[in-house]
């Protein structure tokens, strides 16, 4: 194999929760008394950390970026019902790669209780032998939690590979020097991510599989 390091992106790459995180922006601006942005505004900001996503979305509002925070995470735990499930051969994968010896990891925009609550529900924590969100680094795409997760685990860049599905992702990757993998399966499409420096691009879990354990 070539990687020893594989690191996943969450949202739109592990976990299909791209439709809910965009009706919750919505609700969150709906409860704040802000005019929503569009769907695809929406989508632009996912990977972010949410503070800063708050205050690119709504950037005539940033009196009421804190407002924005407490609304979203209130209505994703409570009000908004979006099925958002582990998309399919994510389990699958994770298990050959653990076989194989490969250091699994996460770097995700979420927060630290998101983000251990989500790999709980779906049974996934013991796959990641560690994992970044925006509440311990830098937001993407500042290279820190990938630089952080490579120091953590004594792993060369070019060991590494970063696994995301948004633009956001490929930059992250870009800039912590190492290999990006995209995926289709979440917010930016193939004719996007084709822009980037993304090594591959992937329309579901079978493909990178052939990739990663190649």
């Known amino acids: 194999m070539r990687y020893k390091c594989v690191i996943f992106d969450w949202d739109g790459t592990v976990m299909d929760s791209v439709p809910k995180i965009v009706n919750t922006i919505h609700l969150a ?115 820190d939690m990938l630089l952080q997760i490579l120091a953590e685990l004594g792993v060369d860049a070019q060991q590494s590979v970063m696994i995301g599905d948004s633009i956001i992702d490929m930059e992250l990757a870009k800039n912590a020097g190492i290999d990006a993998i995209g995926m289709t399966l979440g917010v930016a499409s193939k004719e996007q991510l084709s822009q980037t420096s993304a090594c591959h691009i992937c329309d579901n879990y079978q493909d990178l599989s052939q990739i990663l354990l190649a």
């Open 29 to 143: 601006a709906k409860s704040c008394g802000i005019a929503p942005v569009s769907d695809e505004m929406a989508k632009s900001i996912i990977g972010l950390s949410l503070p800063k996503a708050m205050q690119v979305l709504f950037p005539q509002h940033h009196e009421q970026v804190d407002s924005l925070v407490q609304a979203y995470k209130y209505s994703y735990s409570n009000e908004d019902e979006t099925p958002s499930p582990i998309f399919a051969g994510v389990e699958s994968l994770l298990n050959q790669l653990r076989d194989r010896g490969v250091k699994i990891a996460v770097a995700t925009g979420k927060s630290r209780t998101g983000l251990d609550r989500l790999m709980a529900q779906y049974g996934l924590t013991e796959y990641f032998v560690t994992t970044r969100t925006a509440c311990e680094a830098e937001s993407k795409p500042h290279p």
